[in-house]
């Protein structure tokens, strides 16, 4: 099946610290997303990209969509310790009449000790 | 305004049970989807109902079924329960497919 390969897998930040994650797919998609969840939550929507090149903010947070549709990334600023928890990209696939999303496997931020 | 609400929070179940998952939508969101998640994995679309017909289905098999009421809630059921069931199942609601999804906490299923 299609699959998103997300990097890295794991990651610590110190306070202040910038952060850099991105995901890539071998098919063409003309929507990522990414997400972020929380422990004992479900994920919760950062930013939607919808045109290739986009580059869009949200605050702290910056994400592009790759010129070929293959690619995204994430870039949080300044990170704080509220920034923890994992980031999953996804893409919206139009397989099924109304769409569906395909998820990375998730990068994990954590606090560095 | 209530979001997605889904019950219960937690189940234990044991192999070869039945189970249903609740899902309550957004007032207004006519659209329904579930997801399963493993751990350390990302949500895996299981199906899709909009205004009460399913609409979209993922990879798997058949023990899995879901319904979608009139009032636009949900139910999903899975039979014959495998250890391998043991997942977070995540439930999201829109006004009409997959943009615009704001999803519930989830039910945390464990199978023994």
């Known amino acids: 099946g299609q699959q998103l390969n997300q990097s890295p897998q794991s990651m610590f930040i110190q306070e202040g610290e910038d952060v850099s994650m991105n995901c890539t797919s071998s098919?063409?998609?003309?929507?990522w997303l990414w997400y972020k969840q929380d422990p004992g939550e479900g994920p919760v929507l950062l930013i939607a990209?919808?045109?290739?090149?986009e580059l869009t903010s949200n605050g702290r947070l910056t994400a592009q969509f790759g010129i070929t549709r293959k690619d995204s990334f994430l870039n949080i600023s300044a990170s704080i310790p509220s920034d923890v928890g994992i980031y999953f990209c996804?893409?919206?696939?139009?397989?099924?009449?109304?769409?569906?999303?395909?998820f990375g496997k998730g990068t994990k931020l954590s606090v560095k000790p | 305004d209530a979001g997605v609400t889904q019950s219960p929070t937690h189940l234990i179940k044991t192999r070869g049970q039945h189970v249903t998952l609740r899902c309550s939508p957004i007032?207004?969101?006519?659209?329904v989807s579930w997801y399963q998640q493993v751990l350390g994995q990302g949500p895996q679309f299981i199906f899709q109902y909009y205004e009460k017909e399913e609409r979209g289905r993922g990879n798997f098999p058949d023990r899995f079924s879901a319904r979608q009421f009139p009032n636009y809630s949900s139910e999903l059921n899975v039979n014959a329960l495998l250890l391998g069931d043991s997942a977070l199942y995540l439930c999201?609601?829109?006004?009409?497919?997959?943009?615009?999804?704001?999803f519930g906490s989830g039910t945390r299923l464990t199978v023994v």
């Open positions: 999201a609601s829109s006004l009409q497919g997959a943009k615009g999804y704001t």
């Open positions: 990209l919808y045109k290739a090149g």
């Open positions: 996804a893409v919206m696939n139009y397989g099924g009449s109304q769409g569906n999303l395909i």
């Open positions: 007032s207004g969101h006519k659209s």
């Open positions: 098919s063409i998609f003309n929507t």
